[in-house]
């Protein structure tokens, strides 16, 4: 049996394996057989030296990964190990709590409540004490509520007028669950450590029952986790922790990479076992990670490294636009299917969800099966199909559906029964439901009313001109007077970062690029009614193209917080360019910045075989043109190890803390692209290999003017670019 336990172990993770008493620190590198070596140790512990079961406590992060590492040493075991406590952090105070919640009051048949419930909860508080639901989000308040009790924010810290309701409803909240004999998701932390600090008794009995204890990703622990951990094991010392603080990502959720120094300092005689040999990566990709992450100080130094081969360098493509960037990568996708590669070994990574889009679009064009990752697609995020919803009632006022979704975002005091009553008066009268809205109706009264002429007003109004100027004007009066980006934006300000899974309001600006580009592919004889009516019928033909099986083989689309734990055959890290990835907040900051590069570290680490870097010289992104400089993370990958295509040029700037990005000011799309030397003049007749035939009506510098047919419109290229042939 001890030689299945130890069996297709390297050196260090036999060491790591078989050193069972005392501090350990198992500094396990990416792709190092981190679960191998937890699950081994477990076995090991049970197997060899004839630990009971029910004295180790195994923690890791989520569900999926305690499952799997019961699986694992069930089956070394060839047995359950029914006893031994292998969970989550959260199912194991559940289970404390399920014995000794009575010693705080409560009794043992509590119930945990969800997001939702703690959210009805709160807003069930804001009435009873008169706090306007218009003024105060109930799951934003709730959210808060959350932070502060699970340590992550102070109620110092929150501005007003919100600080002042905080104060007064937090504590109420809290009695509400006790009399109720609840417990929301952090209180399973919380009340573990209120039971240890309070009741001697019981902390020595849970000391004394968890003689072993292991902890999985120890990196991703936050404070509260980290002093649950030190109270248990400060006695026996027999603490085995595996991390890698390279991997530390999850400060915005909380996580502290300090507890690492805590252990240090808690645990002074602690043993270091290094887990650097890499089982999944080919070696120039480890290389290439290896002299980013050096970048960063007061880390614990190591070098990955592989027997797997060098593999082929690291490929940068700098293209001339964010359109050339993704046909790039639709191209070399497109490639690597045709040699019967799987999609699904294939992954698109970016630093934020809004950088999707422009993949999603080339992806449906071409009917290139893939799914969004960890989110919703962007064109089902709520704010896109709310935006959708108003262009649908501008277009057609009539639209009951787009009207149902829309009337009370933002809120507008129009309760459920008030709608219904809407409702009946629609089918009574045999009119439709926009029609309901006036002086002279009495189904709304008061502020609501005034409030729904208002929005009723609005919708005429940009009708009435939406062909007397620009689209972009029309988006930008609908966002802003329908109040729906000020939601937004109130949100983002009270909101704390933990709970920003998605930034709306750069998904908003992103839907205006999408309304720029329509604009660009429509010659003058359009009007903006027309753009507009073709442009959501072709978002409602991306929505019906999105409804695909969900078990069949797709391209992933992800950003790098979401690629965690995975790995795929070939990696594209995209969007790299200086202010976003590293993003413009964190280059206000050293440790921010060193966060950012842990993460690209990350993303080079999913890789097994080949690594694609992107980006491109002019971006169109949340409705402006941009210019950046290359990511300095690609710059500090050594040049054996990195292969440069497109546009690169050395680099001349120096990389500082920006004081505002640089937009570039444009009336037409602008397309660059890697230059070569090629003849043209007015009048000529070329052959582009996207456009087709064009002919050329102006020519300023190093730039053409083309008119292309129907729908493309007039388009501005590089003069002297292969994408183009002058034909006769």
Known sequence: MKELILNNLNEQQV??????????????????????VLTRRIAYLIEEN?????????????????????????????????????????????????????????????????????????????????????????????????????????????GE??????????????????????????????????????FPKVLKKYQEKFEYVLVDEFQDTNNLQYEIVKLLSINHRNLFIVGDEDQSIYAFRGSNIENIKKFMSDFPEYKTILLNQNYRSRDNILKAANSVIKNNKNRIKKELFSSLGSGDKITFF??????????????????????????????????????????????????IPHRVIGNISFYKRKEIKDIIAYLHLVINMGDDYSFSRVYNTPKRGIGNATFQKIVEEAELNNIKLFDCIGEESDIIKGKSKQAMIEFKNLILSLKEKINQRSLLDTYDELIEKSGYKAMLENDDATLDKSFQSERRLDNLNEFKSLIMEKIAGYDINFTNYEILVNLLNDLALHEQAQEIDEHGEYVNLMTVHAAKGLEFKYVFITCLEQTLFPSSQSLMDRFDVDEERRLFYVALTRAKEQVFLTNCQTRFMYGRYM??????????????????????????????????????????????????????????????????????????????????????????????????????
């Open 161 to 198: 007028p919100i600080r002042s309701m905080v104060i007064q409803l937090y504590p109420l909240y809290n009695k509400y669950l006790k009399d109720n004999n609840l417990v929301d998701f952090q209180d399973l932390l919380v009340l573990i450590l209120d039971l240890f600090k309070q």
């Open 318 to 367: 700098k293209a001339g636009t964010d359109e050339e960037e993704a046909y790039y990568v639709f191209d070399k996708i497109r490639s690597f299917w045709k040699d019967g590669d799987k999609l699904n070994d294939i992954v698109i990574l970016y630093r934020n969800n809004a950088m999707s889009r422009r993949f999603e679009d080339i992806f449906l064009k071409f009917n």
């Open 627 to 728: 210019t950046n400089l290359d990511s300095q993370f690609i710059e500090e990958i050594p040049e054996e190890f990195i292969e440069r295509k497109g546009m690169y040029q050395p680099r001349k700037e120096v990389y500082e803390k920006p004081k505002h990005r640089k937009v570039l000011e444009m009336d037409e799309e602008l397309i660059t692209y890697q230059q070569t030397v090629k003849n043209v003049s007015v009048g000529d007749k070329i052959m582009h290999k996207t456009f087709n035939k064009g002919v050329v009506v102006s020519i300023e510098d190093d730039k053409i003017r083309v008119a292309f047919p129907s729908p493309i419109g007039i388009k501005i290229l590089i003069k002297d670019h292969p994408s183009y042939e002058v034909v006769k």
């Open 15 to 36: 060491l790591a394996v078989k050193t069972v008493h005392g501090p350990i620190m198992a500094v396990a590198g990416a792709g190092s057989g981190k679960t191998r």
């Open 50 to 158: 004839g630990i009971f079961p029910g004295n180790i406590l195994a923690i890791t992060f989520t569900n999926k990964a305690a499952e799997e590492m019961r699986k694992r040493v069930g089956k070394l075991l060839d047995s359950s190990v029914e006893g031994a406590w292998i969970s989550t952090f959260h199912a194991m105070g559940a289970k404390i709590l399920r014995s000794e919640i009575h010693n705080l009051g409560y009794t043992r048949d509590f119930q945990i409540i969800d997001d939702e419930d703690s959210t009805i909860i709160v807003k069930n508080l804001m009435k009873d004490h008169n706090y306007d639901r218009k003024n105060f989000s109930p799951k934003i308040t709730s959210n808060l509520f959350s932070a502060i009790k699970g340590g992550h924010t102070s109620i110092n810290g929150i």
